[in-house]
């Protein structure tokens, strides 16, 4: 059924990992997430990185690790947030992948992101203005995702079978 890689797209704390790994396994596909592989490849943490050597730095790396992945073996990717809004990276994942947006409202997004404050990006005094902002820069170019899946409150297995559905529909 899959022919090509499976790339999660979607702001911090819609769920690309959880969702990405339980879609690997469900679809007995390796899986690969590509802020762990910077953080492997550069033995730091996102938010060290950015520390050290700040974004511009940290979106060269996320670039040069997803062409890679993507020209490995066919696998579930789970992208960090700003990666589809890289022209190369997208342009990279429409040739090679299946890019899936995992949408989802503010107010779930701000509930996930607090429960781990791991995110360069969001420590700012208002980090609920921050992903507002995000929403609004980033939801339009997100739509140009093959496959677009709505996540709410429900479990994650929930949005892994949305998914599996709408890959069999296409
Ligand atoms: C970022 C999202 C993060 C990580 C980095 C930048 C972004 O990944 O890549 O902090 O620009 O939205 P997650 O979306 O997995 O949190």
Redesign the pocket.
Known sequence: MVEKSLVLV?????G??TVGRRLAAALELPFA???QE?EAAAGCS??EF?ERHG?EE?RNG?RRVIARLLDGPVCVL??????F?DPETRQKIKETGISIWLRAELDLLMER?SRRP????LKQDDPRKVMER?MNE?YPVYAEADIIVDTGEGPHEAVVAKIIQALKER
Not at 78 to 83: I, P, R, V
């Open positions: 979607g702001l911090m704390g819609a690309k990992t997430d590509a802020d910077i996102i938010s950015f974004e940290f996320e789970s992208t960090g947030g700003g990666a809004m992101v791991t995110r360069p990006l995000l980033r």
